[in-house]
T-cell receptor, first 111, second 112 residues
Framework: GQQLNQSPQSMFIQEGEDVSMNCTSS?????WLWYKQDPGEGPVLLIA?????ELTSNGRLTAQFGITRKDSFLNISASIPSDVGIYFC???????????FGTGTSLTVIP | KAGVTQTPRYLIKTRGQQVTLSCSPI?????VSWYQQTPGQGLQFLFE???????NKGNFPGRFSGRQFSNSRSEMNVSTLELGDSALYLC???????????FGSGTRLTVV
């Protein structure tokens, strides 16, 4: 199946720093989702985006639906230790029934 | 409200056996999807059910099947298990009006 290109693959940052990651697709998507996964658990939905150009925030997290509809971005401001985990993007080009997931960005926050 | 519940959490099977995994969605969610997660392949879509009907299927062999019951609970079955089927199997549900899936904690299947 289709796989989204997510970068960077991993990040090691100091607590308090801002984080940026992105996701690109060869196809146009109508919906973008961003998830965070902790070890041994299922992914947890962070932000959902439904319109090109849309910018949505959830606390310190901000995500954008790229205007080309082929990419999306996630920013985390003032990182804290509990931000550690793997972040996944997911996109869908149809009515939202089938989502394709990115390869994940592993985030490590150094206190 | 209760989240998505998957049972069992862990399972060990031998090659050639079959396995059934269960998923109880959030109350009111009629759409249930299944994903396979492995370190090498990431999250791969298996299938999606809505009102007891399979609406989408990913690129997996016919050994992988599923079904959904009238109460929206879903099961997936894998027959003739292979070593490569070892993975975390995730179930996710969503309401009709929203595309944001809520995932369960998964079933960790190990095939030996």
């Amino acid at each position: 199946g289709q796989q989204l290109n997510q970068s960077p693959q991993s990040m090691f940052i100091q607590e308090g720093e801002d984080v940026s990651m992105n996701c690109t697709s060869s196809s146009i998507f109508n919906t973008w989702l961003w998830y965070k996964q902790d070890p041994g658990e299922g992914p947890v939905l962070l932000i959902a985006l439904y319109k090109a150009g849309e910018l949505t925030s959830n606390g310190r997290l901000t995500a954008q639906f790229g205007i080309t509809r082929k990419d999306s971005f996630l920013n985390i401001s003032a990182s804290i230790p509990s931000d550690v985990g793997i972040y996944f993007c997911a996109g869908s080009s149809n009515t939202g029934n089938q989502f394709y997931f990115g390869t994940g960005t592993s985030l490590t926050v150094i206190p | 409200k209760a989240g998505v519940t998957q049972t069992p959490r862990y399972l060990i099977k031998t090659r050639g056996q079959q396995v059934t995994l269960s998923c109880s969605p959030i109350s009111g969610h009629r759409s249930v999807s299944w994903y396979q997660q492995t370190p090498g392949q990431g999250l791969q879509f298996l299938f999606e059910y809505f009102s007891e009907t399979q609406r989408n299927k990913g690129n997996f062999p016919g050994r992988f099947s599923g079904r959904q019951f009238s109460n929206s609970r879903s099961e997936m079955n894998v027959s003739t298990l292979e070593l490569g089927d070892s993975a975390l199997y995730l179930c996710a549900s969503r309401p009709v009006s929203d595309y944001g899936y809520t995932f369960g904690s998964g079933t960790r299947l190990t095939v030996v």
